[in-house]
């Protein structure tokens, strides 16, 4: 049986990313997902890095503000390793409130241009605020992840579910699958909205279903910014396609569409954009969140050494990836992580 440095459960972009910043520290790497890696929340989220202090909780700012500058590089360092392009755009946010913003936020965040300018497809008599948040395609950010992750020498092993945290003399040792066992000094679980079915340790990671749809739109820049309201957004691609969602669900592991749902959608987007009625549908899909009891990841060691847990991302998983890989390889290894990981700690959740 092969031993491992570290092993995590998850391959997701949270599992990818830090898979690959262990190995740069020299350590064996094994990735283990239940199916294919990249293709639950990863795969199923909109993309946007927003990390504006109207929506971060107050204890996450300074991650995401850290995680959202280092982003470009953490991209360029993705498409260099893996052959690959991402889709990363700067156009920005126009985001439409439900209520009074902060005179100063609202100030600093003013349109440079009139919005018939910036937006000529948009049909509202609403004033919007620009973000300058950048918005990135999860499925490129994925796929090249796997192959970087690959050319780096990640092992992996899919379609296996891990069915224990393996504890020997008070710490951990390894993992058992469904299949077979792997031995391993530190197990990290990256496993999502699935991180609390396995031990030894049990997680309060809940899955909050988002669903949403893709279109492909008459004209690739009929929309050009993310555009943000109380009751859709819209994320354009560079390749024409057009995302719109999305749903806050509590649905257990419920990942079915509903098609009233996405008609619920699709009319508030064409009410903001009415030429998307032309818009050809392309796809409808649902995905599952991993939500905590007070919305903030999980982040760092547990009670049980060599056990680590990084999950709990909730809409933010794209954002925090390459921040959360810093981190936690910096914890993993033994080094200052670079932030106050205490509101993220296990230990607030008796783990």
Known sequence: MKTYDAILVGAGIIGLS??????????????????????????AAGGMLADCGLEIPPALQDLATASARVYPEFVHEL?????????????????????????????????????????????????????RERCVDPRDLAAAAIAAARHRGVD?????RVSAIDVAHGQVSGVTTEKTRFSGAVVINCAGAWAGQMGPHRLPVRPVKGQMLSVLVPGKNLVRH????????????????????????????????????????????????PELRNAKILEAWAGLRPATPDALPILGETGTPGYFVATGHFRDGILLAPITA????????GAKPGFDLVAFSASRFDV
């Open 156 to 160: 992996f092993s899919s379609g296996d």
């Open 226 to 273: 993310v555009l943000r309201t109380p009751d859709v957004y819209l994320i354009p691609r560079s390749d024409g396609r057009l995302l719109i969602g999305a749903t806050l669900e509590e649905a257990g592991f419920d990942k079915k569409t509903v098609p009233e749902t996405l008609q619920e959608l699709r009319h508030a987007a064409l009410e903001l954009v």
């Open 79 to 131: 498409q260099d390793e893996s052959g690959l392009r991402i889709d990363l755009r700067d156009q920005g946010t126009l985001l439409f409130l439900d209520a009074p913003a902060d005179d100063s936020f609202r100030d600093s965040h003013a349109l440079p241009a009139s919005l018939q300018e910036m937006e000529p497809a948009i049909s509202t008599t609403e004033t919007p605020l620009y973000l």
């Open 18 to 43: 830090l898979a690959i910043e262990l190995r740069k520290c020299g350590l064996s790497v094994l990735l283990l997902d239940k199916a294919e890696p990249g293709r639950e929340a990863s795969w």
């Open 326 to 333: 810093k981190v936690m390889t910096n914890v993993v290894m």
